[in-house]
């Protein structure tokens, strides 16, 4: 078996053209991770820059309204540029940075990533291009600007479906044809290795984080982590420390769109099959023929059609279980948690707070969930009104 | 089975590709027996795939009319089936990875083998993940060509040394597409081939003119195209026959003579 495996997933399906720079990023990589000086910087980095640790808030209006479990938001909305994006930015362009590489490119969805690249291109003075959907592009205008504020280059995609597999492919495009100055700053946990293991690692503060704050606030460890996956790096960041703690329930949640019976919905683990695409086997939505399949969310940042290997083998392992959550319940979470607590979530961790309100109720109120709030959702204010059926401009 | 290195016995070897189904299967049937009949020496078919990383626009957008045209993994064995017994050149499928694992790889290289499909070539499968293929290649007798690229490097006398086939030397960094020139030094990647095996080494990627084909087959012993005659299939549709017809005879010149 190749390298870079999760169970039977992951390894790594790229272009020959591609394996010399995969393989010199997981040399470098393998000798940063343990490298002091590495780790000092980007704890700074994390600490001075990006606002870290998140907070660990304590809901207390949220729990007692829905009059079940004890429920702690997991606060990577408050990071720096708005979610947990930056974790991985700032690993990777510090990474980049002492690997020689002086200009980052990129995949968005929703804009997060992008603009969060684009964001630590700035700060570490290197150069900067982002591939968007075209379709995205038009659905978050508003990150494409700060991204341009910020210096960087979109460049909207306008192959395929024009959203976020769309910008992987064309991302991937662009790397094979520079890669002796360009890293490319993969947004997810997914790809070929070491992209799942890297992105996983620097994502990974989230789970040390609550663990420390949960122990300090509560004395134990949570019954359940919920978090919202696409590719899934907030959900295995939020997840990796309460791996190897079996009372932890490991909850993921993705976008069901208009229902999982639906066409029109990215709820890969509901319906994909598996496959091999993107540099990775996984799951993937795919028709019987392999041709992966145009998928749907009102959320940019989950519609894509595949999932991180190590959630593929989480969820073959049993270890986390998988849920669907549609638009519908997506945006009655969104709209609850602003009005309940004043917190404003990203539509894509609305899902994962959409799932703590069906579960919290049935559960004991000695028992404690903590839900990854993965990002702020002042982007999408504009999309869940067009939702709602007002008219108002970005 | 005809071996893949028939094609360059005794002459420099011309390869055409050509997306399956672009505009229809129809037309891609009679493309293959024309190219066959003008001096093509062996043919890549292409399995369109929904997000081919590795081509550019031009291949890129030939796979999705070839999918919006209803084309499908089934209905080109079948096509395969047909024409194989007037064709006397290899014939090879290129695709991803996924159409084939997503057929069971072993059906689908048992399918290959029934209807006279030679060897395949499937760029985002690499040297690391060849056991997704080989084993069922070789129970089959598909033979599974090797790409070789600019960044290869030292990587290249462990692909060469267990290559099958040609070795598919990938001009030039970045995907698929005619390009005004190729600056790699094929020269040199070739006599790194040489070290490790004496199967054949072709030459793709950018490739259009007979002068870049004529430039090419003296560094190597095959020429490759494809994007070049996907875009005359993409501008002239069923009508290609005759414009792909004059154009691979005028790159079949420069590679023979």
């Known amino acids: ?394 | 089975m005809i071996k893949l290195k028939t094609a360059f016995e005794n002459k420099k070897a011309f390869i055409a590709f050509i997306t399956a189904g672009d505009p229809d299967l129809e037309t891609t049937e009679k493309l293959i027996r024309e190219m066959a009949e003008n001096g093509v020496d062996l043919i890549e078919i292409g399995i369109p795939f929904s997000d081919p990383v590795a081509e550019g626009t031009v291949i890129q957008e030939a796979d999705l009319r070839a999918l919006a045209s209803g084309t499908t993994t089934d209905k080109i064995f079948e096509m395969a089936e047909r024409i194989r017994g007037d064709i006397k050149i290899p014939l090879v499928f290129m695709t991803y990875c996924n159409p084939v694992f997503a057929y069971g790889t072993d059906r689908f290289m048992q399918r290959c083998a029934q209807v006279g499909i030679d060897g395949i070539i499937v760029p985002d499968v690499p040297y690391e993940e060849r056991e997704e293929l080989l084993p069922f290649c070789r129970k089959y007798g598909i033979e599974l060509v090797s790409l070789i690229a600019p960044t290869s490097k030292d990587r290249i006398s462990m692909i060469a040394s267990d290559a099958e086939g040609f070795v598919y030397i990938v001009s030039s960094l970045g995907v698929t597409g005619v390009r005004k020139e190729i600056t790699t030094h094929i020269e040199e990647i070739v006599s790194s081939v040489r070290e490790a095996t004496d199967i054949p080494c072709a030459v793709g990627f950018g490739i259009s003119t007979p002068e870049q084909a004529e430039r090419m087959k003296s560094a190597a012993d095959g020429v490759i195209i494809g994007s070049a005659i996907v875009r005359i299939v993409a501008e002239h549709g069923r009508d290609s026959v005759e414009p792909v017809r004059e154009y691979v005879r005028s790159i079949a010149r420069a590679v023979h003579n």
């Open chain 1, 1 to 394: 078996m190749s390298k870079g495996r999760f169970g039977i997933h992951g390894g790594q399906y790229i272009p020959e053209t591609l394996m010399n720079a995969v393989n010199d990023l997981e040399k470098e990589y393998e000798h940063y991770k343990n490298d002091d000086q590495f780790n000092k910087e980007l704890t700074a980095l994390y600490n001075n820059y990006a606002g870290r640790p998140s907070l660990l808030y304590y809901a207390e209006k949220m729990t007692k309204d829905l009059g079940g479990a004890r429920i702690y938001l997991k606060r990577e909305d408050l990071n720096h540029t708005g979610s947990h994006k930056i974790n991985n930015a700032l690993g990777q362009a510090l990474l980049a940075k002492k690997m020689g590489k002086t200009r980052l490119i990129a995949e968005t969805g929703a804009g997060q990533h992008g603009v969060a690249t684009a964001t630590v291109a700035a700060l570490m003075g290197m150069e900067c291009e982002i591939f968007m959907g075209k379709v995205d592009c038009e659905r978050q205008a508003l990150n494409v600007y700060r991204m341009e504020l910020l210096g960087a280059k979109v460049h909207p995609v306008t192959s395929g479906t024009m959203t976020l597999k769309d910008a992987v492919n064309e991302t991937f495009r662009e790397w094979v044809s520079r890669m002796d100055d360009t890293h490319y700053v993969l947004g997810s946990v997914m790809g070929p290795h070491p992209f799942p293991t890297i992105v996983r690692d620097f994502q990974a503060v989230i789970s040390r984080e609550i663990r420390s704050q949960m122990i300090e606030l509560e004395g134990r460890l949570p019954d359940a982590v919920i978090a919202c996956v696409g590719g899934g790096s907030n959900a295995i960041g939020a997840f990796y420390h309460f791996i190897g703690d079996p009372s932890v329930r490991l909850i993921g949640c993705e976008a069901a769109g208009l229902g999982v019976d639906n066409p029109k919905n990215a709820a890969t683990m509901a319906n994909g099959k598996l496959g091999i695409f993107h540099g990775m086997k996984s799951y993937f939505c795919q028709n019987e023929f392999g041709q992966i399949a145009p998928v749907y969310s009102i959320s940019a940042g989950l519609d894509y059609p595949g999932i991180g290997p190590e959630h593929a083998n989480l969820k073959d392992t049993g270890r986390a279980e998988y849920v669907s959550i549609t638009d519908e319940e997506a945006v009655g979470a969104f709209e609850y948690l602003s009005r309940t607590e004043g917190i404003i979530p990203a539509i894509e961790s609305s899902h994962a707070i959409a799932h703590a309100l069906k579960i919290a109720p049935e559960m004991d109120k000695d028992k404690i969930i903590v839900i990854n709030v993965s990002g702020r959702g002042d982007k999408d204010v504009a999309a869940i009104a067009r939702y709602r059926g007002v008219d108002i401009h970005d």
